[in-house]
C-alpha cells in the first residue's frame, strides 16, 4: 500500500488548493482513506475521511465547510479541495490509511499574505 501527498504550496488567505493523494498497489476501494496535517510544534491531526465505499466517516470541525475530500476510482486518486485557506491550516498535509500505516512524506501548504 503505497499513498503520495502533493499539491502543496504557498497560498494567501482567503485562497483555495486542492491536494491529491495517488495511490498504486492497491483499489481505493479496499481501504478507508484519510487526509491528516501536522502543523509547525503541534501533534498531528485527522482532518477528513472516506470509507472504502467511499462515503465520508469524518471531517475535523475546524475545516468543515472549508475542506471537501472526494475520490476518483479511476484515477486511483483521492482529493482534498481546501477553501476560505486560514494562516492556521499551515501543516505537511499527508494521506494515509485509516486507521493510518507508514507515513508517506507529505505536502507541505503555507498559508500566508
Known amino acids: 500500500v503505497q499513498l503520495q501527498a502533493s499539491g502543496g504550496g504557498l497560498v494567501q488567505p482567503g485562497g483555495s488548493l486542492r491536494l491529491s493523494c495517488a495511490a498504486s498497489?492497491?483499489?481505493?476501494?479496499?481501504?478507508?482513506i484519510g487526509w491528516y496535517r501536522q502543523a509547525p510544534g503541534k501533534e498531528r491531526e485527522g482532518i477528513s475521511c472516506?470509507?472504502?465505499?467511499?462515503?465520508?466517516?469524518y471531517i475535523a470541525d475546524s475545516v468543515k465547510g472549508r475542506f471537501t475530500i472526494s475520490r476518483d476510482n479511476s484515477q486511483k486518486k483521492v482529493y482534498l479541495q481546501m477553501n476560505s485557506l486560514e494562516p492556521e491550516d499551515t501543516a505537511v498535509y499527508y494521506c494515509n490509511t485509516n486507521p493510518p500505516g507508514q507515513w508517506g512524506q507529505g505536502t507541505l501548504v503555507t498559508v500566508s499574505s
Open positions: 498497489g492497491f483499489t481505493l476501494d479496499r481501504y478507508a
Open positions: 472516506l470509507t472504502s465505499g467511499g462515503i465520508v466517516a
